[in-house]
């Protein structure tokens, strides 16, 4: 099948209660990009200023990653400031630059207009949307979200809810769109609005996968320290689907194993500041892990 990723290329600038770092590479495009390469050939959709690194292009395509549909305009990339505290499940967004994403609408690219599987990462609604009008005929198709455009653009993100399949998104986003304190309640508001399946991610904890008839939960790999919680969203989504992708199926043993892989590759991300630790990640390494969370629920 084919994946096609849309979301944001970045600057992040991250502060937590160990350490900060100053605009190193992320964005939620990013994250999942590379966390589904290790399954598939994703299709990145994304705009970067002059500033973004060649090296981090030419290892996108060194990890099959194709980036037909990735622009670099004069001007800078989309920089994003936040601060954890000691809780990793907690942070709070200091500052967001869309800088080039600033009236971005992307003309895709003819092979990426086949995808099989669309993933709509944390970026702009009304780009969310106008991906969507461009796609012929996905058979899956997800989309992530973040406070701030639930804040900002309420009623787009309503549009584009009706039209997926999927949706991630952590507790608070979850109570933030419906309303709901109770998550299972504000999980059937959301089925109700048009998504088959809701990924609730709860950080440090694992995520909870939810349909109308499927329920699946699955743990976080137990992590003594955890460095930058950053993309652990965008790299379960990129697990997830990338496996989805790769087995040309969506039967529910499948979907379970394809949360697994998301809760395994987001465990890898966290272990260090930005994609640090997804660019030394062997194919290896997520096998072993993959068994140790069997271990850890089996009894
Ligand atoms: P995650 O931790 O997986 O939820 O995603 C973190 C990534 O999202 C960071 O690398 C940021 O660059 C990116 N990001 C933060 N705010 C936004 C936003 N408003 N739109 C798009 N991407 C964002």
Redesign the pocket.
């Known amino acids: 099948m084919s994946l096609v990723i849309v979301?944001?290329l970045?600057?992040?600038t991250i502060h937590t209660p160990w350490g900060r770092r100053e605009g190193i590479v992320?964005?939620?495009g990013?994250?999942c990009s590379l966390a589904a390469s290790f399954f598939t050939s994703p299709k990145v959709v994304g705009v970067v200023g002059k500033d973004f690194p060649p090296a981090v292009i030419r290892l996108f395509k060194a990890r099959g990653i194709d980036v037909e549909g990735l622009e670099v305009r004069p001007g800078k990339t989309?920089?994003?400031e936040?601060r954890y505290g000691y809780d990793p499940n907690q942070?709070e967004?200091i500052r967001?630059d869309?800088n080039v994403?600033e009236g971005y609408r992307p003309e895709l690219p003819a092979s990426y207009r086949k995808a099989e599987i669309v993933f709509l990462?944390?970026?702009?609604p009304d780009l969310q949307d106008g991906i969507l009008a461009q796609v012929r005929r996905p058979k899956l198709v997800a989309m992530?979200t973040?406070n701030?455009?639930i804040r900002s653009k309420p009623r787009a993100i309503g549009r584009v809810l009706k039209k997926v399949d999927i949706l991630f998104a952590?507790d608070e986003e979850i109570r933030m769109l419906t309303g709901e304190t109770n998550l299972i309640k504000a999980g059937k508001k959301i089925l109700a609005a048009g998504p088959r399946l809701v990924v609730t991610k709860k950080g440090e904890h694992g995520a909870l996968v939810f349909g109308r008839r499927f329920v699946f939960g699955v743990l976080a790999n137990p992590c003594e320290d955890v460095v930058d919680?950053?993309?652990?969203?965008?790299?379960?989504?990129g697990g997830f689907l990338g496996y989805l992708d790769k087995k040309k199926s969506f039967s529910p043993p499948d979907i379970r194993r394809a949360a697994v892989y998301g809760s395994v590759l987001a465990s890898f991300a966290i272990e260090d500041f930005?994609i640090g630790r997804l660019k030394s990640l062997t194919r290896r390494e997520i096998e072993t892990r993959f068994r140790r969370f069997r271990k850890l629920v089996s009894f």
């Open positions: 979301g944001s970045a600057f992040d992320g964005g939620s990013t994250y989309f920089h994003w936040g942070r967004t967001t869309v994403y990462a944390n970026i702009d992530d973040m701030h455009w952590n919680p950053t993309g652990a969203g965008d790299s379960f989504a930005g």
